[in-house]
């Protein structure tokens, strides 16, 4: 739990970023070359390499060195945490607003 | 409501408003649909008024019962609207961010359809719920 936890922290903490989540979108199309990417994005190389260490940190993408050439690749399982951990937010909700309206309903009726 | 930040929920619910704020200010009323059966919801402390403290612990066997939620009230309109936040725990003292928030807050009141309750998971930084009764 406290795992999943750090995990789901390290999603949310690369994702609160506009250039992070357009490299994630980018990244969506194809694996692609720091190099690439850096020309796509308005911004010096330190400055986006910097982001790319953060997505890579927080284990939404990962790197491969072939030659002079480092390749991005998207995790969308990791990717996936955000949608997972939604959906049991909705599910949570959703169960306890069940159990709201039945309980106020209960209350009504007995009222009558 | 911002859909890409925001988790919405609404729903409708047959029942005076009046029974629907107690259910969710009244301690005695709120455990018993907080939690799903057969866990045992305890309301520590719900102090329903701005930056007021919304504590509950939960329990599996009614005995032992450990931390469930530590939560602060932001916005609370008698039998209107309510407003928490666990981005702060009960600790927090902010009385102006308090404000600050509830000012926010009211002034998107608006964009909420009538008889919603919404529920929203926020921004990362500030997961709130919000809470609309009509």
Known sequence: VAQYSAQLDGVFVALADPTRRAVIRRLGQAPTSVGELAREFPMTLPSFLKHVRTLEANGLIRTTKSGRVRTCVLDRQRLALVEDWLTEQRRVWAERTDRLEQFVTDRTEGEQ | ?134
């Open chain 2, 1 to 134: 409501v911002n859909p890409d930040l925001d988790l919405t929920l609404q729903r409708v619910i047959r029942a005076p408003r009046a029974v629907v704020w107690r259910a969710w200010t009244d301690p005695s009323q709120l455990e018993q649909w907080w939690v799903p059966a057969p866990a045992v919801a305890r309301v520590d402390r719900l102090e329903a008024q701005p930056g007021g403290a919304f504590v509950t612990r939960i329990s599996d066997d009614g005995v032992e019962f450990g931390p469930h939620m530590d939560a602060a009230f932001l916005v609370v309109d008698d039998r209107e609207r309510l407003v928490f936040t666990n981005a702060v725990d009960s600790r927090w003292t902010g009385a102006s961010g308090v404000r600050t928030a509830a000012a926010r807050h009211a002034a998107s009141r608006d964009e909420l359809p009538r008889g919603a309750r919404r529920l929203s998971a926020g921004e990362p930084a500030l997961p709130t719920v919000v809470l609309t009764v009509s």
